[in-house]
Nanobody, 122 residues
Framework: QVQLIESGGGLVQAGASLRLSCAASGGTISSYTMAWFRQAPGKEREFLAARNWRASYYADSVKGRFTFSRDNAKNTVYLQMNSLEPEDTAVYYC?????????????????WGQGIQVTVSS
């Protein structure tokens, strides 16, 4: 099973940018669907972005602001987040699995990072 470790979160002001990193071990990221989710207090885990063998996909709520990328040599995926809003405040998770076209479904992933807090102040 792949182990995932997120980094890069923190407290920023509205309008700022952050880049989250997710370093993988125990597996090669190019062999899996990799994704980012987030969960705010009292809310369900929300799909943000994913990449499978075919393409990259984004939730409508972050399309145009967030960008998914990966560095196969470093076995790491990233989430570049621009124009952050207070509504983006949440714990952000990296996930991997054989999700394929079920990339929006958190149950389609079998490895998760520990989560990292992103807080956006107004």
């Amino acid at each position: 099973q792949v182990q995932l470790i997120e980094s890069g979160g923190g407290l920023v002001q509205a309008g700022a940018s952050l880049r989250l990193s997710c370093a993988a071990s125990g597996g090669t990221i190019s062999s899996y669907t990799m994704a980012w989710f987030r969960q705010a207090p009292g809310k369900e885990r929300e799909f943000l972005a994913a990449r499978n063998w075919r393409a990259s996909y984004y939730a409508d709520s972050v399309k145009g602001r967030f960008t998914f990328s990966r560095d196969n040599a470093k076995n790491t995926v990233y989430l570049q987040m621009n124009s952050l809003e207070p509504e983006d405040t949440a714990v952000y998770y990296c996930a991997s699995g054989s999700a394929g076209l079920a990339y929006r479904n958190p149950n389609a992933y079998n490895s998760w990072g520990q989560g990292i807090q992103v807080t956006v102040s107004s």
